[in-house]
């Protein structure tokens, strides 16, 4: 028999004479806890759970250890049109579980519903689902982190955003076993390449247990990405080396955190706190669902069956509600504190400040995680957008967060490839939007600076199709986006023509020093510095094979030496990577902090600014005590004359001809090469 037990810590915890169970769900007439044998296949007991504290069922199970497999029923109204959708003949799983058992399969028993009637009148499903259904296990702590470097100086940080299974899977240099997996990324084969790049922080897309929808499995396709999470206090296994015993993948995990601590890199983790694998209403009762749809997610005002959408994902996750932003947070904690991760990129993060009023930045979850002392170190970053009414949120974030910004991306793509913007535009961008960002305690490194990232075109993709390609995702080619300012060079795809391969490759690297070279924060995307290609799908979110895999034999190692360059140069300078807004105004000696210049040397006027037939301009950049700095910028397809700044000026990058010596030149005159970027540093 269960005894009372307590409402806090949510969850299953053991204590040394027991195991205390916690569940939010407020509206539930009871909760019962089922246990089952080690392998989940049998079910030994059924207890009802014996206390109800402030919206939390409980009760504790004394001599019960870790180990220990189990799930819930919740019984109470199933009234889709009151938002109630309880069904006691479904296995739960509990959010907080920390190890989940079993092998999740589309079968009409994991339904709440009868199939094919989705309405009130069709009433709950009645077959148990208890042997097809995700269990927990009970768990105990890992040992307390003892070593946790010191977050790296926001100004040197360099993010690059990559896919745990497609980073290793074809790379030569790690062992066959591991490759694909938490222990493939941290082998010395993966770290060397990273650290060889200099970037700083690698940003992981989403690692938690996430289901592939009944769609995709229809089609034999996979949820490739991982956006589509059920399990968020748990690694996937499908990412572990030994993925048939999901147990190993918290051990995993971790000791990958740890090895590339000790490589002197950063460990962040994209997570899903927007929508839930659950789905619209005619998805199924895993989870939140049935132990408190109302409570969980948010409902149409105007129709309480129906699920607010915000995400496109079937479901919005009702963070608003404070059991609900208790369990984000306990879940980030989780992640910080016994996982060993550095911080954040939420998908969808506007989702996280909606209330009854919209997006708010003082909203509660936002104000709840601001004053989290195991969070205060954390990196945050926002996609700052989300699918709802008022979703576009650039800029609006709190002063802490780093926010993705897309009219980066775009401007800086239009400039290179589609000559759809203007010079301010280009400007404005390269000096991390301060039309976004410049407000409040925002700095100019909330800007999340990049021109790809996993969902899109690849970089070779960009610079090699005019149009996507998706026919294998099955969609007909209708998803993806179609803005994508894209040129294939004159031929759609892979060429053996020489012209148009050093047009490519001329464009890469000139997109690659933009990013690089940009006040705010650099974010890379795997494989671009590799010349990886997804053949011209710009959504290949359910592509698990070799179209998403890194082909580390086809890698381009002068990009990549390229790309090493940039970053040395972003540390070596500090003027291209300033924690201040810079100013245009002049100073008291006359100068100024950021100079821009024609190619004749005139400072640019209103006119030249928006004169849309020139795609060429410079900057000099002369923060105090940083040294001076010039950058020159040529998107057009002819090189150009360039009258330099008065003094001597040493050429340290051309980005035409990456293997050009460094090299002195007096003023006067230089010559920017077509389609190129040249870095000049003022020497004595």
Known sequence: MLSTGQPYPLGATPRPDGVNFAVASEHAQFVELCLFDEGGRQQTARHRLPAFTDGI??????????????????HGPYSPSAGHRFNPHKLLLDPYAREIVGRFEWRDEQFGYRRGHADDAAGPDDRDNAAAALKGRVVGPLAPITVRPDPRPADQVVLYELHVKGFTRRHPGVPEELRGTYAGLAHPAAVEHLRGLGVTTVSLLPVHYALTEERLTKLGLANYWGYNTIGFFCPDPRLSSTPA??????????????????????????????????????????????????????????????????????????????????????????????????????????????????????????????????????????????????????????????????????????????????????????????????????????????????????????????????????????????????????????????????????????????VLLAQGTPMLAAGDELGHSQRGNNNAYCQDNPLSWIDWHAADGAQAAFVARLTALRRELPALRQPRWLSDRARDDGGREVDWRDAAGHPMTAARWHDGDRHCLAVTLAP????????????????????????????????????????????????????????????D
Not at 491 to 511: C, I, K, Q, Y
């Open 57 to 74: 069922w409980h009760g504790f199970l004394p001599g019960a250890r870790a180990g220990l497999v189990y799930g819930y029923r919740a």
């Open 624 to 683: 105090q005590d940083t040294g001076v700095v010039l950058l020159i910028f040529n998107a057009e397809p002819r090189a150009h004359q360039w009258v330099l700044p008065a003094g001597r000026w040493l050429c340290v990058l051309d980005s035409s001809d990456p293997a050009a010596p460094e090299r002195v030149m007096e003023g006067g005159l230089a010559e920017a090469p077509a389609q190129s970027v040249l870095v000049l540093r003022a020497v």
């Open 245 to 514: 015993d999901s147990g190993a993948a918290r051990g995993e995990f971790r000791a990958m955190v740890e090895r590339l601590h000790a490589a002197g890199l950063e460990v962040l983790i994209d997570v899903v706190f927007n929508h839930t694998a659950e789905g619209d209403a005619t998805g199924p009762t895993l989870s939140m669902r049935g132990l408190d749809n109302a409570l969980w997610y948010r409902l149409a005002h105007d129709d309480r069956s129906r699920y607010d959408n915000s995400t496109g994902c079937g479901n919005t996750v009702n963070v608003n509600h404070p059991r609900v932003t208790q369990f984000v947070l306990d879940c980030l904690r989780y992640w910080v504190d016994e996982m060993g991760v550095d911080g954040f990129r939420f998908d969808l993060a506007p989702v996280l400040g909606r209330t009854a009023h919209g997006f708010d930045p003082q909203a509660p979850f936002f104000s709840a995680l601001a004053q989290d002392p195991s969070l205060a170190r954390a990196r945050l970053i926002a996609e700052p957008w989300d699918l709802g009414h008022g979703g576009y949120q650039l800029g609006r974030f709190p002063g802490r967060w780093l926010e993705w910004n897309d009219r980066f991306r775009d401007g800086m793509r239009q400039f290179w490839l589609g000559r759809g913007v203007d010079r301010g535009e280009f400007a404005r961008r390269l000096l991390a939007s301060s039309d976004r960002f410049h407000h409040g305690a925002r700095a100019p490194l909330a800007s999340v600076n990049h021109v790809a990232a996993h969902d899109g075109f690849t970089l070779r993709d960009l610079v090699s199709y005019r149009h996507k390609h998706n026919e294998a995702n099955g969609e007909a080619n209708n998803d993806g986006h179609n803005a994508n300012y894209s040129v294939n060079c004159g031929v759609e795809g892979p060429t053996d023509d020489a012209a148009v391969n050093a047009e490519r490759g001329r464009l890469s690297r000139a997109l690659l020093a933009t």
